[in-house]
């Protein structure tokens, strides 16, 4: 029996605006240096290179199925194989140690996008999706799982861009430096925190909150209380990502999934999530 860690499920979303200005603002260059890799997600597949070149990565998430779907992108001790991974997951509860996060572009609806840049070590990934479709099974049982290759480059790589906003995440918190405001931001994701730890980015609907969602998450009744807008997903600690994303006027919720290491809770039940408001 496969079991939830996340409990983002496939009901229909409305997808995020993204490519398009506000006030004047186009998005985020691409980062000087990066290796820029189209993913485009559907019911249930990734198409994604088989192999990447190590160093600064800047992952292009397009959602083209009608579920919302992310990117989990983890590298593999020497000699684990995608059977391994399957099992593990299947297992439920925290990944095992053997399984090292290395970030990626969180869910987005039928139609969104949602961008990522992480830094790529070379060995051995497994991408996979762990959103839960409306049947209950959770997409990576479905066949959404895929292995790739990191292999060495020969220059050293570039570092993680600039960003205008930094995003801290920790046991069992989430600050900004500073409040973000309408337009595009380019965010730097940073793990504080001695556990992994993910940005589930969402526009609340009118008059819902971030408990709203997990509720929603958890019992599934109703249409979702959000919009999806990306963010990131498994950091280790002390990694970090950028992300690049828009924001509309609205509240915004932030809410962390992963299973702690010590019971095995998913993190919102220690109180990680909150929410802000962009005028």
């Not at 609340?204 to 209380?225: C, E, V, Y």
């Amino acid at each position: 029996m496969v079991t939830a860690r996340r409990g983002l499920l496939a009901v229909a979303l409305a997808p995020v605006a993204f490519g398009r200005t506000v006030e004047g603002q186009a998005p985020p260059a691409v980062p000087i240096g990066a290796h820029v890799v189209p993913v485009v997600t559907h019911e249930f597949a990734f198409t994604l290179p088989d192999s990447l070149p190590a160093g600064l990565t800047t992952f292009r998430l397009r959602n083209e199925g009608r579920q919302p779907h992310h990117l989990m992108l983890y590298r593999l001790d020497p000699g684990k194989r995608l059977g391994d991974v399957l099992a593990a997951l299947s297992a439920g509860g925290a990944h095992p140690a053997w399984m090292h996060a290395a970030g990626g572009p969180n869910a987005v609806p039928h139609g969104g996008q949602s961008v990522a840049t992480v830094l790529l070590t070379p060995g051995r990934y497994v991408a996979f999706c762990h959103v839960k479709s409306p049947d209950q099974v959770i997409h990576f049982a479905k066949g959404m799982l895929k292995s790739l290759t990191v292999t060495a480059g020969n220059t050293p790589p570039a570092p993680l861009p600039a960003a205008d906003l930094t995003l801290t995440l920790r046991e069992y918190a989430f600050s900004f430096s500073r409040p973000p405001t309408r337009g595009w931001h380019r965010i730097a994701v940073h793990n504080a925190g001695t556990q992994r730890h993910e940005v589930i980015l969402s526009l609340l609907a009118p008059g819902k909150t971030s408990r709203d969602f997990i509720t929603w998450m958890n019992t599934q009744h109703g249409p979702p209380p959000v919009t999806g807008a990306g963010g990131t997903t498994d950091l280790p600690a002390g990694g970090t990502a950028v992300i690049d994303v828009l924001l509309q006027p609205g509240s915004y919720s932030l809410v962390c999934r992963v299973r702690d290491e010590r019971d095995g809770r998913p993190h919102d039940e220690h109180g990680m999530s909150t929410q802000f408001v962009v005028r």
